[in-house]
């Protein structure tokens, strides 16, 4: 049974720092992108960063590079987002999910499983 969980949300000002981590079960994690995604409430899902299987490949949307790091450790079945500088825009809850891919990309409907997200509040 394939599963992802998210931890490491919370409430955090303005400038602040969170870590975020989606930890796998049920798959060969190495063989499978990640990529994390936010829902703020009454929008859209969108794509914040993805990550390759093997991790040496990343991509992020514009409003959070520089900002934002993903990364994986592929013997702890782990990946994580590393979320600088953070702004009240970024207030949304965080899914990560499994790309049927080793390579990552940015459409929701390429990612086949999903944890249940984590959520993230910065305050002004």
């Known amino acids: 049974q394939v599963t992802l969980v998210e931890t490491g949300g919370g409430l955090v000002q303005a400038g602040g720092s969170l870590i975020l981590s989606c930890t796998a079960s049920g798959f060969l994690f190495s063989n499978y992108a990640i990529g994390w995604f936010r829902q703020a409430p009454g929008k859209d899902r969108e794509y914040v960063a993805a990550?390759?299987?093997?991790?040496?490949?990343?991509g992020y949307t514009d409003s959070v590079q520089g900002r934002f790091a993903i990364s994986r450790d592929n013997d702890k079945n782990t990946a994580y987002l590393q979320m600088n500088d953070l702004k009240p825009e970024d207030t949304a809850v965080y899914y990560c999910?499994?790309?049927?891919?080793?390579?990552?990309?940015?459409?929701?409907?390429?990612?086949?499983?999903w944890g249940q997200g984590t959520q993230v509040t910065v305050s002004s």
């Open positions: 990550i390759s299987g093997a991790g040496g490949t990343t």
């Open positions: 999910a499994r790309r049927g891919l080793r390579v990552p990309g940015s459409v929701p409907s390429t990612y086949d499983y």
